[in-house]
């Protein structure tokens, strides 16, 4: 099976697209606006971008109208957002937040989500969430799609301060994945969690290479 996505629909009933870039992490990003009401939504489409100093992207597509997502307004306005490890216990509250909610209502609400205060970011923190990112707001780059719902904003931001709880930290000083349980994303409807993970070093890398993979800086 081949087929040209820009001129054809897929043979297959369902898309294959996003059930070939798998799997996602999500970046489940709260922010707030400039008059005060917050916004809690997961992207999927999040990814860091380098690490020396650590900087991130997530792309937000429009809403079917053309209207922009609160993510992106309130991260311009402000110059700030969060990212919340999305988690296995939390799994509903993410999906939840994923609801296009009229303006005004905060899906802290909506989810049952429990707050924590940032310290250098306007917008809260998820407080159950084993890990967070306060990002500075960098740049917006806008790419249009055939549609507008198709159309993007893709935001990049810098992370100015990391939050791990120590309880998910292990003795050697790593963080203790199978034990979290990270969302990540699929195709369709379907997600998965991180449950096993197993190392390999790339032979032959020195000390510089090395530290280049495991994303410590100099």
Request: hydrophobic fraction near 35%; glycine fraction near 6%; include cysteine.
């Amino acid at each position: 099976m081949k087929y040209d996505p820009t001129r054809e629909k897929s043979p297959l009933p369902y898309s294959p697209f996003k059930s070939c870039t798998v799997p996602r992490p999500i970046g489940w990003l709260s922010t707030i606006s400039s008059e005060g009401v917050e916004n809690l939504a997961p992207y999927s489409q999040w990814q860091n971008l380098t690490f020396d100093p650590p900087m991130v992207m997530f792309s937000a597509n429009h809403y079917p109208d053309g209207r922009r997502k609160d993510t992106v307004l309130n991260a311009e306005e402000t110059g700030w957002f969060v990212w919340n490890m999305a988690t296995w216990d939390l799994r509903e509250a993410v999906n939840i937040s994923a609801m296009a909610l009229p303006a005004g209502e905060s899906e802290f609400e909506r989810a049952g989500v429990r707050r924590a205060s940032a310290d250098l970011a306007p917008a809260p923190m998820v407080a159950d969430s084993p890990c967070h990112f306060e990002v500075r707001y960098l740049s917006t780059h806008r790419l249009p799609g055939n549609t507008p719902v198709g159309s993007i904003d893709i935001v990049f931001g810098r992370v100015e301060r990391i939050h791990v709880e120590d309880e998910v930290v292990t003795p050697e000083g790593k963080l203790d994945i199978p034990r979290i349980r990270p969302l990540a994303r699929l195709g369709y409807y379907d997600y998965t969690t991180v449950t096993e993970t197993f190392e390999m070093r790339v032979p032959g890398a020195d000390e510089a290479a090395a530290m280049g993979l495991e994303g410590a800086p100099a």
